[in-house]
């Protein structure tokens, strides 16, 4: 016997759940052993992968800084430099991908920064970092030699260097751009001979509008490096990525872009259109981090567009974490760090023990309230709630290590929230099947009339539900955040769930004995419904009882004329249902 279209059309759309289902598990799977094998970073996409998700700052405890504000100019910090540290740092961390940290001023001149677990160097010192970049024009350059010229050598630490106060260090004729090499005064030439890469030196911090005598970050090379003419304040935008050469195929090398606007996009063409005719190493434009080289590329081209690429040693950490810093801006006063502290999750462990077990008695009564109202229908209810544990699980594992998501107390409290959804989408499907049974149709009919109908309700309320979560997620902040991003999430997969599986359980059930023939345990009995059963899909109208009769001779009474008149016209006598007339 071939298959009805309903049959196909349900067993297609089970078919593409489990395919949706075991994608997901199969990607968990093959991220999680990838990540448990991996000894290197070649597997940057399945880092941290597994199967339990993250937890947030609240049910998993972490890290607490406290950073003291100091003004770069002198002077008190003010409130508005403080609130816009606050803006940036965190930017700074949810680009890490850190997700439900917490950061908060304290007093006047302090912030608080929580974050979930134990962070990494590279994040803290992203934390404290006032990422000031410059870009110098290079003057010279050759290999460091990491030792000073002159003395015995037995000193246990190196020292900064200071030129003797003999040696001339104002240039004998005026420089005419900040490639000029009369900048190179004989106590700068001193300075940078005897520059020691390992020491700390204050020439680091030099004017912007003097020459600079620094190293790169690994203190291999040492510069002497011209004035500041472009400043890392104009770059609108900066990203990390693969480069790609001029046919556009990638180059396997790892590279920063960047997007000056306003008048630094004029400062950087005129200085590329400069040093472009320049020999080496006076080609090389120099970006200077907090005093420190960070790479010196030569010019190849003169950029007139304000768009640029810095390529280099990177690697896709390296080159992620420095397009973040470009792109989040300097902070607009330095930080000392003042306590780094462990913070435990004894209160929220509680709190989440505590809503585990409402949700679990939430999802009882709903159980509870099946059975009593739709009998042997209630197995669809619990299957379906089952099937969409599994995919919101999924769905939250996948995320915790891949844009590194952190399940809060919050969000908990959106997945309690999500199991009323679902039930409310069960609840209006079942009753629009069981309004059709009452006009008279059979179960099959009814199931596919009233999926008709409850689709446009549940569709117009998980709607609702989403526009609301929406706006809570773009309005709200820290934890409000998980409660909105988890309600968003639940009701998406609602709509999978009653789509996929719940209506294409609804039609296979229908063509069972079970079901189909109404049996008084079914949930779907016509006759407990208002119908009266005849046979196999097959119904007559109901009894009309006396009060029913009242109404109908009532309703007859109040006709117009006109009324009545159309009713003779076709053939209606207007009697009751007794014989008699009204």
């Not at 609804?506 to 345990?521: D, K, P, V």
Request: glycine share 8%; proline share 4%; aromatic share 6%.
């Amino acid at each position: 016997m071939a298959r009805s279209t309903p049959v196909k059309k349900a067993l297609r759309s089970l078919t593409w759940l489990v395919i949706i289902m075991a994608a997901l598990a199969g990607l968990n799977t093959a991220a999680s052993v990838l990540a448990a094998n991996s000894k290197d970073d070649t597997n940057e996409w399945f880092a941290g992968a597994s199967w339990v998700p993250e937890l947030a700052l609240d049910l998993q405890g972490g890290t607490q800084l406290t950073l003291a504000a100091q003004n770069t100019e002198g002077g008190s910090v003010t409130s508005q430099q403080l609130n816009q540290a606050v803006n940036i740092i965190r930017q700074r961390i949810n680009a890490t991908g850190v997700s439900e940290s917490q950061i908060n001023t304290q007093g006047t001149n302090n912030i608080v920064v929580s974050i979930p677990g134990k962070p990494d160097k590279a994040t803290i010192d992203r934390i404290e970092a006032a990422a000031k970049l410059t870009f110098r024009p290079v003057l010279y350059t050759e290999a460091a030699t990491n030792t000073a010229v002159g003395g015995d050598g037995a000193t246990a630490s190196p020292t900064p260097y200071s030129p003797p106060a003999s040696l001339e260090a104002t240039p004998s004729t005026k420089p005419t751009n900040g490639s000029d090499l009369s900048q190179v005064t004989p106590a700068l030439q001193d300075l940078y001979t005897n520059y020691n890469c390992a020491a700390p030196d204050d020439v680091t911090t030099a004017p912007d509008d003097e020459p600079l005598v620094t190293c790169d970050q690994d203190g291999t090379a040492k510069y002497i490096l011209g004035p500041v003419e472009v400043s890392g304040s104009g770059i609108s935008n900066a990203t990390s990525g693969l480069a790609t050469d001029s046919q556009g195929a990638t180059t396997g090398q790892w590279a920063v872009n960047l997007t000056f606007s306003g008048k630094s996009s004029e400062d950087f063409r005129d200085v590329t259109s400069r040093l472009v005719k320049l020999p080496s190493p006076q080609n090389q434009f120099a970006i200077v981090l907090d005093g420190t080289v960070i790479t010196a590329p030569a010019s190849n081209a003169a950029i007139t567009n304000g768009k640029a690429q810095i390529t280099g040693n990177f690697t896709a950490e390296s080159s992620k974490t420095l397009a973040d810093q470009l792109k989040y801006g300097a902070l607009p006063i330095n930080f000392q760090v003042q306590s780094n502290e462990n913070i435990s999750a004894t209160l929220g462990t509680a709190q989440l023990v505590g809503g585990l077990v409402a949700g679990l008695i939430g999802l009882i009564l709903v159980v509870i309230y099946s059975i009593v109202q739709y009998r042997a229908l209630a197995f669809v209810t619990v299957l379906s709630l089952g099937v969409a544990a599994v995919l919101t699980y999924l769905v939250i594992a996948i995320m915790s290590w891949r844009v590194d998501y952190r399940l809060s107390l919050a969000g908990v409290a959106g997945l309690i929230v999500a199991i009323g959804i679902t039930a409310d989408s069960f609840i209006v499907y079942f009753e629009r099947i069981r309004d059709e049974l009452r006009d008279g149709r059979g179960l099959e009919s009814a199931v596919e009339s009233g999926w008709k109908r409850a689709l446009r309700t549940i569709l117009a309320s998980d709607s609702i539900n989403f526009l609301a979560a929406v706006v809570l997620y773009i309005l709200a902040v820290s934890d409000v955040k998980g409660f909105a991003f988890t309600l968003l999430l639940t009701t998406l997969i609602d709509v999978v769930v009653v789509v996929l599986f719940t209506h294409p359980m609804m039609q296979l059930i229908a063509r069972s004995r079970f079901f189909g023939e109404g049996h008084r345990f079914s949930g779907l009995d016509p006759s407990a419904l208002g119908a009266v059963y005849r046979g196999r899909a097959q119904f007559r109208a109901p009894v009309v009882d006396g009060k029913r009769q009242r109404s109908a001779g009532e309703a007859q009474r109040r006709q117009t004329i006109a009324e009545r008149k159309a009713q003779q016209a076709s053939g209606d006598n207007g009697s009751t249902p007794d014989g008699k007339d009204d």
